[in-house]
């Protein structure tokens, strides 16, 4: 699959070199960012890669992100030469949405085209971003099943395919894929919780109970009322139970082990499967079962 590409310094070399070919093709860089974490899903080199390029920074599975912290970002992205707009690549009524966007982004070229009297010279865009931020689903979204591929055309790099969006936008048929930061655990957490790693890679019991901390700071009561755990059902659990954990942890270990009574998911003994509980806690908050969380805020 996809989100599970493991990246190694001969791949991201490689990727950067494509990345370079194909952005000197092109007038604008559609950078593709999952809203519920913006920051985590930005590659660190794009700024580098695309200085002197129109950008359009798309904020995508806004579906599944906090509808206040998207026109946080949005408005964050936009300015410096970017426009930032929030999207789900999936709803095809953002598609003429973007391709005004498009036009807006590269305004000056067309206009400087105009008073060059060039005509008909198309905008040539392309797609980018980390793998699993849906950068095959706009582009399918954009190219639809009546585009027209314009196919190879002498003076182009061999290979490429420009796919005719409108009369004078034209967009390259492969996206450009880029490299998460990895330096960070923040960044690898919020990663992980959005499907972005192995999940067979993961502890999936630390990584729910630090999901959970950021749930009480951000969404405080969400966890409690989606799997009906009492205050006082979780303080009776921390106290009977010698709660192998940091004392720091023991409030989320016992919400886990109440999670999963809940739920009915026990291991022999009648003993709560804590394991089943934190990977239940985190498939629920992919398919926003949660209700539409956000993960990273513009405005900290
Ligand atoms: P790519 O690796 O960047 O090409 O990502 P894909 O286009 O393959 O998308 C990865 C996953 O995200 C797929 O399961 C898509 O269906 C899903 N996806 C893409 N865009 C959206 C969106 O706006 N909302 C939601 N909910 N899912 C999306």
């Not at 796919?163 to 990663?191: A, M, V, Y």
Request: overall charge positive.
């Amino acid at each position: 699959m996809s989100n599970q590409i493991q990246w190694y310094p001969g791949h991201m070399a490689k990727a950067k070199r494509m990345m370079q070919e194909n952005i000197s093709l092109v007038d604008l860089v559609i950078e593709i960012l999952d809203a519920r974490c913006p920051i985590s899903t930005r590659n660190p080199d794009i700024q580098e890669l695309a200085k002197n390029k129109s950008r359009l920074v798309l904020l995508n599975k806004a579906d599944l992100a906090d509808i206040n912290k998207n026109e946080e970002w949005k408005a964050a992205f936009t300015g410096d030469g970017m426009i930032g707009a929030v999207i789900n690549a999936k709803n095809p009524s953002c598609k003429k949405e973007i391709l005004q966007l498009i036009l807006e982004a590269c305004k000056e070229k067309i206009e400087r085209d105009k008073r060059r009297g060039i005509k008909n010279r198309p905008i040539r865009v392309m797609v980018t971003g980390i793998p699993n931020v849906g950068k095959s689903t706009l582009i399918n979204l954009l190219a639809g099943r009546a585009s027209a591929k314009t196919g190879n055309k002498p003076g182009v790099t061999k290979g490429k395919q420009w796919i005719k969006l409108s009369q004078n936008i034209e967009l390259l048929d492969t996206p450009g894929i880029l490299w998460p930061k990895f330096d960070d655990p923040e960044i690898g957490e919020h990663l992980a919780l959005i499907g972005s790693v192995n999940d067979d890679l993961l502890n999936m019991e630390e990584l729910a109970i630090s999901f959970m901390k950021q749930m009480d700071r951000d969404y405080p009561g969400i966890l409690e009322e989606r799997y009906g755990l009492s205050k006082e059902a979780i303080e009776q659990d921390m106290q009977e139970n010698d709660l192998l954990c940091k004392e720091e942890n023991k409030r989320y270990v016992a919400m886990l082990r109440q999670t999963a009574f809940a739920r009915n998911a026990l291991v022999k003994a009648g003993e709560p499967d804590v394991s089943k509980a934190a990977k239940l806690i985190i498939d629920d908050f992919r398919a926003a079962r949660l209700g539409k969380i956000s993960l990273e805020s513009a405005n900290k």
